[in-house]
């Protein structure tokens, strides 16, 4: 019981920070895109959040941090099939909500929060419920986002190899729905991008973790004890690497494939930890505190990235910089009793959220943070000017 109590308390705090950084950052300009833009299902969930709670950040982000609360619970429950005591499950729970790839989705709106939880929603119902129910989520999955076409692939992949043909003609069916809903991402001229997607997986996972899941899938390969959890996430992390051969990948669509490979790894790491003397354990324990330490300076760094500004000559080299400025921006206008502005459609789209509309009455130009003027609007991090423009009032000229 202690251990339940625990892991709320964990996801509690969790939660806290989460719903803290939601006063921190801004709409970007790719969140305000997704929600102005072309229909989606996380659309629609985005707006019924905004219709509960209010047009704010809050509101904007609740979805996203609720996805992930709840991915953390399932991953508890599906560990436990990989990792018997409730205290290690405890550590991959921690390990999990402190990724910097998760973290990220567990702020950014786009669809890698609810492919983590869609993947491990599946594995759940799968390894819990009969077949009927799984597909039944299978179908819906199918509907609702492109990025669930490489569980489809992992699925009949595994199903040809384990003789299943009930399942795998319903993931060629369920397959067939989805990229007829939302096409084949298969364009532009070859070229490699293959070291670049290693870099972006490992500041995903940080490097440490990386490597040991494509050791732990490795491994797993080896020994032949391969599972439906082995299958989706092999064959998204070869597609993806075979893919950046040819083109930049969006790894918001593959990663959360490596996410759901933590129980896995979790399993290997613990197997290799305990066959070994005390005194040959050192090195494992090196590698996971080793390990802790990059993820808590992640997490650090992530929780207080405001700091970073000090330290930089130009703002716009921020890791987050997309998705500061705005929220500070509306309000330093809506002072001046500015409403409306003319603007580029990024900028024009993040205002539009904080009840700045578009308008052709007032001109906004960002300008030169070191030529800034005094009447300029300047938003500053820190006691440090990160972003100054000016405003023009156009029917006066």
């Not at 809050?58 to 409730?86: D, E, P, T």
């Amino acid at each position: 019981m202690k251990y339940r109590y625990i892991l709320f308390l964990l996801l509690g705090i969790d939660a806290l920070i989460l719903f803290f950084q939601t006063t921190e950052v801004s709409i970007s300009a790719a969140e305000a895109e997704l929600l102005y833009g072309s229909f989606s299902f996380l659309q629609l969930l985005i707006k019924s959040s905004l219709y509960i709670f209010g047009q704010n950040d809050f509101g904007l982000r609740f979805v996203m941090i609720a996805l992930h609360i709840s991915s953390a619970l399932l991953l508890y429950k599906i560990s436990k099939n990989y990792v018997h005591l409730q205290r290690n499950r405890l550590w991959l729970v921690l390990l999990f909500i402190m990724l910097p790839g998760v973290v990220s989705s567990a702020i950014v709106v786009n669809n890698a929060g609810l492919i983590i939880f869609g993947l491990f929603l599946y594995i759940y119902i799968s390894q819990s419920y009969s077949q009927k129910y799984s597909l039944v989520l299978l179908f819906f999955l199918a509907l609702i986002n492109y990025g669930f076409l490489y569980l489809f692939a992992g699925i009949i992949i595994y199903a040809l190899f384990q003789n299943k043909k009930q399942l795998l003609i319903f993931n060629m069916l369920f397959m067939t729905i989805n990229i007829a809903i939302y096409g084949f991402d298969l364009n532009g001229i070859p070229r490699g991008h293959f070291l670049d997607t290693i870099g972006v997986y490992s500041a995903i996972f940080t490097p440490i973790i990386f490597l040991y899941i494509i050791y732990t899938l490795y491994r797993k390969y080896l020994t032949n004890k391969l599972d439906q959890l082995w299958y989706i996430s092999s064959t998204a992390l070869l597609y993806s690497l075979i893919l950046s051969f040819r083109q930049q990948v969006a790894l918001e669509y593959f990663a959360p494939y490596l996410i759901i490979a933590l129980p896995l790894s979790a399993q290997t790491f613990i197997s290799s930890y305990r066959v070994r003397l005390k005194i040959f354990r050192k090195r494992y324990k090196f590698i996971f505190t080793l390990a802790f330490l990059f993820l808590f300076a992640n997490f650090m760094v992530v929780l207080f990235n405001k700091e970073l500004y000090l330290f930089l000559d130009n703002p716009k080299k921020h890791f987050a910089y997309k998705m500061h400025v705005a929220k500070e921006l509306a309000a330093s206008l809506k002072q001046k009793g500015i409403l409306c502005v003319h603007t580029d459609n990024d900028m024009a789209l993040r205002l539009k959220f904080y009840g700045i509309e578009k308008c052709n009455q007032n001109l906004l130009k960002e300008s030169s943070i070191k030529e800034r003027k005094n009447d300029d609007v300047t938003i500053s991090y820190r006691n440090k000017i990160i972003y100054s423009a000016s405003v023009t009032n156009l029917n006066n000229k």
